[in-house]
């Protein structure tokens, strides 16, 4: 985790899974980072700006700044939404504040 704040980094999205394996991609044209855990562990490729990974059941959630660029999500047989009602929810905060523990 970097030293960036909501400040820096103000909105916020939230990936929540439904309890299916599936994807995810996010792409933004500012700068992107997760959240409250630890990439390694939770299997999430973080760049610049773009992060990938996958999700079954839980929250992952990730600051950035700059616009949305690009969201997919796929459920396990690759078959992405709206077209499966298996694919993770996804929610976009712009000016997000902070909560505790992030």
Do not use: K
Not at 41 to 66: C, K, P, Q
Request: glycine share 10%; net charge negative.
């Amino acid at each position: 985790m970097s030293a960036e704040t909501p400040d820096t980094l103000p909105h916020l999205i939230t990936i929540v899974g439904r309890g299916v394996p599936s994807t995810y991609e996010i792409t933004v044209d500012g700068e992107i980072e997760l959240v409250g855990a630890d990439p390694l562990e939770e299997a999430t490729v973080v760049t610049d700006h773009a992060v990938e990974g996958a999700v079954d059941t839980g929250v992952m959630r990730f600051r950035f700044s700059g616009q949305m660029a690009n969201v997919q999500v796929a459920d396990w047989n690759g078959v992405p939404a709206p077209d499966s009602p298996s694919t993770p929810e996804v929610h976009i905060d712009y000016g997000a504040p902070a909560q505790a523990g992030n």
